[in-house]
């Protein structure tokens, strides 16, 4: 694979990007009545409008060459057929398996030969079924607590990837919901997370899911035990009514059963070829089968598979992973971005921008390539944003006059799942607003014809003029779609996950591993194993040092 900046269509784009410098997009706008129409792609309802980029045709094609000429087409193959792409790890990376609704086979190259490949389509659907079986049996009353009672309530442990995708579903999709399942997240090992979930609940009608590949994390691990007391505590310690509370799910069978939970009848399994930030349609997806019914999750799997086959088959500049994907390098790469917002205008989706944060930051914040080469330009940007019109009371401004370029994706439903009066087209007007307004922006000449009347010295006139006016120019992607369901949402989510894909084998990195997160997890349990054993800290850095003893003067021995 030749190294992104060593490619000739990186040096075209470079070239090109001198000359499109001064270019507005308002300019282009007008000299081409019929931009809209060049720079939008549509999926069934679903209309994806990025013709407020900055760009032209030529910008097109040179990222489409640069798409092609870094062996874009290939590492899409590699990934989809099982070929091991996660190299640092020695993994497939296959989670399109776990939506696969072709009926057909999904093979795994083998870690010995590579000429071997298994089809891993009989095991997923092994678990789909289990899922089946087991919301079915919850929410018929088949499968109840200890004391008999209906399990109503859903409480998932997990943190990062098994915690994140089911908790943005599940808020996402709301209104598809069973009435009477309750899904609650624990995450955080700060105390007051678990502690102010399960104050609110009956632990006789509670079912708790400890999510985790590992079952090591150790966020997970201390709120699983906490639970586990909790539990215990209100049934009298009868170990007993462990098995009907808790289920697991996890690649490590071993702990699952360690913990006491039963792996037979109460673990869901998946594979090391799941990431955790793709483990959403697997049985880390166990709250939102439990939470929505098992026909609202295979929805949901349908909609992202309708777009793994539109990633794998399209060509690339009718491809809306790939055009997303080139878009972001064009700003990331040539026009100094530094960031990309996330901005909904659904309520529905408030936890979009934290979920699409670990998908992209875990899998593209690297420094150095697949062969270890330090990288010598900008990889994965840092994901941001929450709802409109929350966030244009909050941090538009910068976005609008700061000196940052900061390219946006406005996503909206045309149909609103609660109708009340107005508010949906307010929604929406406020939506295309910003969008035009970016783009647009207001002129110096603009700001002084509408203040020539009012009265001010020539200082305050100069200092008006200059503070009202936008340079505008500020590129956004729209996304419009009929409503938020379960097929659409899977589309969405999928769109993303492939546009991450698209960029990282662009840059060259490992989208799949996050050696990163390693280094501050193996430092906190040495400073745990300090702070309690009591003795003076000297081991660290003054500062840390002295950290460690202001907390300790809390704690006295
Ligand atoms: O933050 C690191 C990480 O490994 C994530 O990639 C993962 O989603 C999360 O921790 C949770 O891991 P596990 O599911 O093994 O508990």
Known sequence: MTRFN??????????????????????????????????????????????????????????????????????????????????????????????????????????????????????????????????????????????????????????????????????????????????????????????????????????????????????????????????????????????????????????????????????????????????????????????????????????AHDVDCHFRETPFRENIPVVMALLGIWYHNFLGAQSHAILPYDQYLLHLSSYLQQADMESNGKSVDGDGNTLNYDSGPIIWGQPGTNGQHAFYQLIHQGTRLIPCDFLAPALPQNPSGNHHQTLIGNFLAQTEALMKGKTTEEVAEELKNEEMDSTQRKLLIASKTFEGNRPTNSFLYKELNPRTLGRLIAFYEHKIFVQGSIWGVNSYDQMGVELGKQMAKTINRELASGKEAHAHDSSTNGLIEHYRSFHPA
């Open 6 to 303: 060593q490619t000739k269509a990186y040096r075209n784009l470079q070239e090109h990007c001198k000359k499109t410098d001064s270019i507005h997009m308002k300019d282009l706008f007008s000299e081409d009545p019929t931009r809209f129409q060049k720079f939008q792609l549509s999926f069934d309802d679903l209309l994806f409008d990025f013709s407020k980029n900055r760009i032209d045709e030529t910008t097109l094609s040179l990222l489409m060459d640069l798409a092609e000429e870094t062996g874009l087409k290939d590492r899409i193959e590699a990934m989809f057929s099982g070929q091991r792409i996660n190299r640092t790890e020695d993994r497939a990376v296959l989670h399109t398996a776990l939506r696969n609704r072709s009926g057909t086979p999904v093979y795994l190259q083998s870690e010995t030969d590579s000429s071997v490949h298994t089809d891993v389509m009989p095991d997923v659907l092994k678990v789909l079924h289990q899922m089946r079986d087991f919301t079915k049996q919850i929410h018929s009353g088949i499968r109840r607590g200890y004391t008999g009672k209906k399990l109503t309530n859903v409480v998932n442990i997990g943190i990062g990837g098994s915690d994140l995708g089911p908790k943005m579903v599940t808020a996402a999709l709301k209104p598809f919901a069973r009435s009477k399942m309750r899904a609650y997240f624990v995450s955080n090992v700060d105390p007051t997370d678990i502690t102010e979930t399960l104050s609110q609940l009956d632990p006789e009608s509670t079912l708790i899911i400890i999510a985790s590949k590992t079952f090591t994390t150790q966020e997970t691990m201390m709120n699983a035990g906490t639970a586990k007391q909790w539990l215990l505590g209100a049934f009298g310690n009868e170990e007993a009514s462990i098995a009907k509370h808790f289920i697991a799910v996890s690649t490590n069978r071993q702990a699952v059963q360690d913990f006491g939970i039963d792996p037979e009848s109460s673990m869901f399994g998946f594979w090391d070829w799941v990431g955790g930030r793709y483990s959403l349609w697997s049985a880390i997806g166990m709250p939102i089968a439990l939470n929505l019914g098992m026909v609202h999750f295979e929805d949901l799997l349908q909609g």
